[in-house]
């Protein structure tokens, strides 16, 4: 079955960055892209972008650009989402989805930035 | 960006009883919606895309509607496991948006 699975939870100080692993399996790696969203605690769902696991082209949220950096890795079916100059608003479970609209999802990593 | 309003953001409802959850974008998307539901604690699942196909392995208790600008999530029959936040999500244009969710709750 198709599996999507995160690396594990971080706490990190403001201005260091954060790089959030996603494996998948179960389908053909390059056949979806792989989209990034977030949730605050509390707080509804925010899409922070997209990379196409074929071509590895990206479209990024305009807040994030310049901070954010989603790649992937062919060869182990591995997307990777890294964010840069943390702050404490960037505090959140962040979920990769396969696709984004009919997809699986993986469990969430939640990301903490407290100093 | 296209903006997605949902209406209500929250709702009371008792088990056996059918709601209805609505989507309007801030410009036609034609029917690229996306449903998801989000139980606490547990990643979103997708429940329908497409505005009205049903995700592989949703029950038909969930139903969608709607075209351009106007889109409605239905749930008949609620059942515990149903309470729940639901979100929609716009992926006819990027940046992808998602509706600020709707709690249902048990009455």
């Known amino acids: 079955q198709v599996q999507l699975v995160q690396s594990g939870a971080e706490v990190k100080k403001p201005g260091a960055s954060v790089k959030v692993s996603c494996k998948a399996s179960g389908y053909i790696f390059t056949n979806y892209g792989i989209s990034w969203v977030r949730q605050a605690p509390g707080q509804g769902l925010e899409w922070m972008g997209w990379?196409?696991?074929?071509?590895?082209?990206?479209d990024y949220l305009q807040r994030f650009q310049g901070r954010v950096t989603m790649t992937k890795d062919t060869s182990t079916s591995t997307a990777y989402m890294e964010l840069r100059s943390l702050r404490s608003d960037d505090t959140a479970v962040y979920y990769c989805a396969q696709g984004v609209y009919n997809g699986a999802w993986g469990q969430g990593t939640l990301v903490t930035v407290s100093s | 960006d296209i903006q997605m309003t949902q209406s209500p953001s929250s709702l009371s409802a008792s088990v056996g009883d059918t709601v209805t959850i609505t989507c309007r974008a801030s410009q036609d998307i034609i029917y690229y919606l996306a449903w998801f539901q989000q139980r606490p604690g547990e990643a979103p699942k997708s429940l329908i895309y497409g505005a009205s196909s049903l995700q592989s392995g949703v029950p038909s208790k969930f139903s969608g509607s709607g075209s351009g600008t106007d889109f409605t999530l239905t749930i008949s029959g609620l059942q515990p496991e149903d309470f729940a936040t639901y979100y929609c999500l716009q992926y006819s244009s990027y940046p992808r948006t998602f509706g600020q969710g709707t709690k249902v709750e048990i009455k």
């Open positions: 990379i196409s696991a074929h071509e590895g082209n990206t």
